[in-house]
């Protein structure tokens, strides 16, 4: 059985454009993977706190050093990590605010990229230790930015996962949301582009 994690970071939770592309994956995701359990964690309606030093010495400090509060700190950090580890499939609703990820995403990462957990430094570089993944990135903007250098988002994103070992990435992008001669068509391209993807036995080339 399958496990499929899905991470929306609108601040408009269940409203946003991003999560409405995500969730219609998920659902045509669904379809054919019936016996698959769906895990949301919604960063909009549950932020991740920002990272801390307290928090950051936690993740490196033995457990008898460690405060009540540092305790916390990890087993918080710990239990995200479990959920991503326990997932087949990453999903992950991805507008960009302010020429970014929104910093609730950013929080996110900073408690799962963890030394000896989710990556480790060897000889020849850093070693992602979550592999054996794919992610599905639904991507939503207000202009247009996807094969410029205004795009930061994509490679900050790309790079991030693939750090961790997730290399299999999928990017799929609404974009011209703000553009009135736009948006309707950039939604509908999002969606023909999720009901392949959903549905794919093979890779399907998309713009990334
Ligand atoms: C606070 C804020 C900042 C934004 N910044 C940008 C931006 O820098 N570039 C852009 O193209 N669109 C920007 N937008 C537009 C959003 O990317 C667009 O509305 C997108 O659909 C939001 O996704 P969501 O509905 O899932 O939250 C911004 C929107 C908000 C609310």
Redo the contacts with the bound molecule.
């Keep these: 059985m399958k496990t499929l994690l899905q991470i929306?970071?609108?601040?408009?939770v269940e409203?946003?454009?991003?999560?409405?592309?995500a969730n219609q994956f998920v659902h045509a995701w669904r379809a054919s993977h019936p016996d698959a359990e769906v895990i949301v964690r919604d960063l909009?309606r549950e932020p991740v706190p920002h990272l801390t030093a307290e928090r950051f010495g936690a993740f490196l400090a033995k457990a008898d050093d460690r405060s009540p509060a540092q305790d916390e700190a990890l087993a918080y950090s710990d239990a995200l990590i479990d959920e991503l580890k326990r997932a087949d499939v990453i999903v992950i609703?991805?507008?960009?605010?302010?020429?970014?990820v929104?910093s609730t995403l950013k929080a996110y990462f900073d408690h799962i990229a963890r030394a000896g957990v989710t990556f480790s430094y060897t000889a020849n570089g850093p070693l992602g230790l979550l592999s054996g993944k794919e992610a599905y990135i639904f991507a939503?903007?207000?202009?247009?930015?996807a094969g410029t250098a205004l795009d930061t988002q994509t490679a900050y994103v790309r790079d991030f996962l693939r750090f961790v070992g997730i290399a299999d990435v999928k990017f799929v992008y609404?974009?011209?949301?703000?553009m009135d001669a736009r948006k309707a068509g950039a939604l509908a391209d999002a969606q023909r582009s999720i009901e392949d993807l959903a549905t794919a036995h093979e890779p399907v080339a998309l713009a990334a």
Excluded: I, K
């Design positions: 929306n970071t609108s601040m408009f409203g946003g454009q991003s999560t409405r592309l909009g609703g991805l507008p960009m605010y302010n020429f970014g929104p939503t903007r207000g202009g247009l930015y609404a974009e011209g949301l703000a």
